[in-house]
Nanobody, 126 residues
Framework: QVQVLESGGTLVQAGGSLRLSCTTS????????MGWFRQAPGKEREAVSC????????YVADSVEGRFTISRDNAKNTLYLQMNSLKPEDTAMYYC???????????????????WGQGTQVTVSS
């Protein structure tokens, strides 16, 4: 049984930093492209960043370029998102997704992801 679990979300002041983690089990982690996505209330889901099995990132949204960094530790089956210089507009539920490498859907493909987590809430106060 595949499990994808995000953690690290919390309330933070603007300008602050957070690191999100996504741990997986039940899948061969290095065989999956991983991604972070977010959805704010009343808005569509947005791709934040994706990373192939060996890194570096394959996609970074313009809205977070230079502030967010995606990384992965294949030995720990864990994906990370380091978020710096947070802004109120970064407030959203953040989701982790795993897509098997051969599927070749890009990060912005609406059908990206074979497995999804339940999300972790990030709230940035002004």
């Amino acid at each position: 049984q595949v499990q994808v679990l995000e953690s690290g979300g919390t309330l933070v002041q603007a300008g602050g930093s957070l690191r999100l983690s996504c741990t997986t089990s039940g899948l061969t982690f290095k065989a999956y492209t991983m991604g972070w996505f977010r959805q704010a209330p009343g808005k569509e889901r947005e791709a934040v960043s994706c990373i192939g099995w060996s890194g570096p990132s394959t996609y970074v949204a313009d809205s977070v370029e230079g502030r967010f960094t995606i990384s992965r530790d294949n030995a720990k089956n864990t994906l990370y998102l380091q978020m710096n210089s947070l802004k109120p507009e970064d407030t959203a539920m953040y989701y982790c997704a795993a897509q098997v490498n051969y599927r070749m859907r890009g990060c912005r493909d609406p059908n990206f992801g074979d497995y999804w987590g339940q999300g972790t809430q990030v709230t940035v106060s002004s």
